[in-house]
């Protein structure tokens, strides 16, 4: 071949050269040889495949619920553990009712320290203004406001007590029982994939199911170590929330019981010794008091 015929035969060759770039386009070149980079990443495929994914899974849990509200599905029952969670959530109303009722104690007593504390000083105004009753409206004075010191001083073991069975309840047992339901979602998963897997089994086996049931299979054992680990953790807070149950209801109720009885028993002495048991501090007596608008 002629020098001239090779030169137009490679100039053609170099022509006809196309490069496929990363969106899978074809644009064409000069020169070089054909490359095939590999394809991007969608994200709108992406995002896609996330939907459907979740569609499927919710699908799947969908008809587990359903099959087992209406009898027809099994489900797997940790006969220990869900006696225990089925206790914490009855004690969690019972908790919820004391708290509750002594909200309501404290609303009542402070409305009674508040009249006292106004009682005693009309008292001590007309014992300086009668002076023929000097001496009872100032026995009278004296009592008023001695009975709403030591109510201010029980309004503050009440509210200490609120205090802390409120955290117990709404933080402490609600965080266990948040435990609770992210354990139960987990218990529906296992049971729907467990329920798909046995269905495959149950079916023929050939080229087209046996891919399906390796899926399955692999899906399941996902689906069970996430069950696995989340019963653990149910089980592991129930215990310390157990203990911890325990301690803070029992320096509660005592701290209620030692209060209440020196308070009715008139014992300032002991009701003050009381506080300073379990290191409260009363800042402002009671509660929040009345603004000077409130008092008018």
Not at 4 to 25: E, N, T
Not at 216 to 236: C, G, P, T, W
Request: aromatic share 6%.
């Amino acid at each position: 071949m002629s020098p001239s015929r090779v030169a137009a035969s490679r100039l053609a060759q170099q022509g006809s050269d196309v490069l496929v770039p990363a969106g899978g386009q074809r644009t064409q070149t000069k020169s070089g040889p054909v490359i095939l980079a590999d394809e991007t990443k969608n994200p709108a495929m992406e995002k896609l495949e996330l939907v459907r994914k979740w569609s499927l899974n919710t699908y799947k849990c969908t008809r587990q619920i359903i099959s087992e509200k209406l009898g027809r599905g099994s489900r797997t029952v940790d006969l220990e553990l869900e006696a225990q969670i089925d206790i914490l959530r009855d004690n969690k109303k019972k908790y919820e009712n004391i708290l509750r009722l002594a909200q309501t104690l404290s609303t009542q007593l402070f409305q009674m320290v508040h009249t006292q504390r106004q009682l005693g000083d009309a008292f001590a105004d007309l014992s300086l203004k009668s002076l023929e009753l000097h001496e009872e409206f100032g026995y009278n004075a004296d009592t008023q406001k001695l009975l709403a010191k030591n109510g201010e001083t029980l309004l503050g073991a009440i509210n200490f007590f609120i205090a802390s069975v409120n955290t117990l309840v709404n933080k402490t047992i609600e965080d266990t029982l948040l435990t609770v339901k992210q354990y139960e979602s987990a218990r529906i998963e296992y049971d729907a994939y467990r329920t798909d897997l046995e269905e495959l089994n149950l079916g023929p086996r050939d080229a087209n199911t046996l891919p399906k049931i390796e899926q399955s299979q692999h899906l399941f054992q996902a689906h069970k170590e996430k069950y696995d680990k989340m019963r653990n953790d149910v089980s592991i807070k129930l215990k310390f929330l157990e203990e911890n149950k325990v301690k803070v209801l029992h320096n509660q109720l005592v701290l209620f019981h030692n209060a209440i009885a020196a308070y009715f028993a008139g014992n300032q002495k002991q009701l003050e010794q009381t506080l300073k048991q379990f290191h409260i501090k009363l800042k402002t007596p009671g509660v929040d008091a009345p603004s000077w608008l409130e008092e008018q």
